[in-house]
């Protein structure tokens, strides 16, 4: 079992930058994959962006890529995300979950998910 927990949302103009951070207890960290989702009222969760359980490959969705950034420190139990030149379509509950195995951009193959944190962008 792997808890998770998110933090660092909140309200950001257009243009702004945020940093999540996603804290694990539980089993081995390092085992896992970690993901960041986000989901808009209406709308199905999306993928945003993976790490792999070493930090060495990442993976990101088309609409964020160059301007969010997904990193992890083993050492300290803890994935990142670090959105920057945000749009108010980022608007979005972001939630981080972990998984063991090969990358997916699937939520339904994260295994353990987090609370959610909200994140909104004005215009």
């Known amino acids: 079992q792997v808890q998770l927990v998110e933090s660092g949302g909140g309200l950001v103009q257009t243009g702004g930058s945020l940093r999540l951070s996603c804290a694990a207890s539980?089993?081995?960290?390092?085992?896992?994959?970690m993901g960041w989702f986000r989901q808009a009222p209406g709308k199905e969760r999306e993928f945003v962006a993976a790490?792999?359980?070493?930090?060495?490959?990442?993976y990101y969705a088309d609409s964020v890529k160059g301007r969010f950034t997904i990193s992890r420190d083993n050492t300290k139990n803890t994935v990142f995300l670090q959105m920057n030149s945000l749009k108010p379509e980022d608007t979005a509950t972001y939630y981080c979950?972990?998984?063991?195995?090969?990358?997916?951009?699937?939520?339904?193959?994260?295994?353990?998910w987090g609370q959610g944190t909200q994140v909104t962008v004005s215009s």
């Open positions: 979950a972990a998984r063991v195995g090969y990358h997916s951009t699937y939520a339904s193959n994260y295994n353990y």
């Open positions: 539980g089993r081995t960290f390092s085992n896992y994959r």
């Open positions: 790490i792999s359980w070493s930090g060495d490959s990442t």
